[in-house]
């Protein structure tokens, strides 16, 4: 595996910032770096995040994308220090900050390319609203998952509440929001909320050689059907069969899909052979 740190145009040393663009070949790794806060999400955290989330949507060369954090916990959710105060208007001041951080969240989401989340220690909160908007989720062994909102008073953000029952069903979505309680690597594997669970000292290791299975993949089909299969429970047939049928359409002219229907005619190898089983 190519592990050699990449540093993208204009990049600088970004060692102390709260959020960390490295490139390891063609997949970027996005790291949340306020270990001393469980990784966070003060205001600058989620500006950083939001800029690091938006280069790698630009960045044509980047093929998947890893996000993880540092210090051995993934992210604690919001920086509820970062926001105290006696503002008069509470109550619109944190819908505002919530409808900023959705834009950032959605865009992570809807991202056109694979996204992995590596996952050790705590997720709290707005922490595993984060990992779970990822495609997929590789855990520590000592990954520690927590819809800890009711904890303060708080219903889940971030898209939990739409998330959550899509992955383990409604009445469980409802168990692990109503008690707030951890959920540990291994049963968050048998409910389905992560992929795949691994020693801490191997874990951004085997993200990243996950990620690297899609170098060679074509990264626009891969991004159209992750835009149909994230709409596809709200989404009528009819609707997703007219979606389905413009996407085979662009796929069509591409020249990826004339090259690669050059190879297949001549019997030689395809750019991408598919993975193994991925799982």
């Known amino acids: 595996m190519d592990c050699q740190?990449?540093?993208?145009?204009g990049e600088m040393d970004?060692?102390?910032?709260?959020?960390?663009?490295?490139?390891v070949g063609k997949t970027a790794v996005i790291t949340l770096n306020r270990p001393q806060r469980r990784n966070a999400l003060d205001e600058p955290t989620k500006d950083a995040l939001a800029a690091a989330i938006k280069t790698a949507r630009q960045d044509r060369s980047v093929r998947s994308v890893v996000l993880?954090?540092?210090g051995g916990h993934f992210c604690s959710g919001a920086d509820l220090k970062s926001n105290e105060g006696d503002d008069d208007e509470k109550s619109f001041s944190v819908r505002e900050l919530l409808l900023d951080a959705h834009r950032w969240h959605s865009e992570l989401m809807d991202?056109?390319?694979?996204?992995?989340a590596a996952v050790d220690g705590y997720a709290l909160g707005a922490g595993l609203s984060l990992a779970l908007a990822a495609d997929f989720v590789i855990a520590s062994e000592g990954a520690r998952l927590v819809s800890s909102f009711p904890r303060m008073?708080?219903?889940?953000?971030?898209?939990?509440?739409?998330?959550?029952?899509?992955?383990v069903g409604l009445p469980r979505a409802k168990e692990i929001v109503f008690s707030a309680r951890e959920?540990?690597?291994?049963e968050a594997l048998a409910m389905g909320l992560v992929q795949a669970v691994v020693?801490?000292?191997?874990?951004?290791?085997t993200a990243i050689e996950f990620a690297q299975r899609f170098d060679h993949?074509?990264?626009?089909?891969?991004?159209?059907?992750?835009?149909?299969?994230?709409?596809?429970?709200?989404?009528?047939?009819?609707a997703l069969t007219q979606l389905e049928a413009a996407f085979q359409g662009l796929c069509a002219g591409s020249s990826y899909h004339a090259e690669s229907l050059n190879l297949f005619l001549s019997k030689e190898a395809p750019h991408y052979p598919g993975a193994d089983r991925l799982f």
């Open 5 to 9: 740190k990449e540093k993208s145009q």
């Open 183 to 186: 959920i540990g690597a291994e």
């Open 68 to 70: 993880t954090g540092a």
């Open 199 to 205: 020693p801490a000292e191997r874990l951004r290791e």
């Open 14 to 23: 970004m060692s102390d910032s709260p959020v960390v663009f490295d490139k």
């Open 217 to 238: 993949a074509p990264t626009h089909v891969l991004g159209m059907a992750k835009g149909i299969l994230n709409r596809s429970f709200e989404t009528d047939r009819h």
């Open 153 to 167: 008073g708080f219903v889940p953000d971030l898209t939990l509440l739409y998330i959550l029952p899509r992955l």
């Open 111 to 116: 991202l056109e390319k694979p996204v992995i």
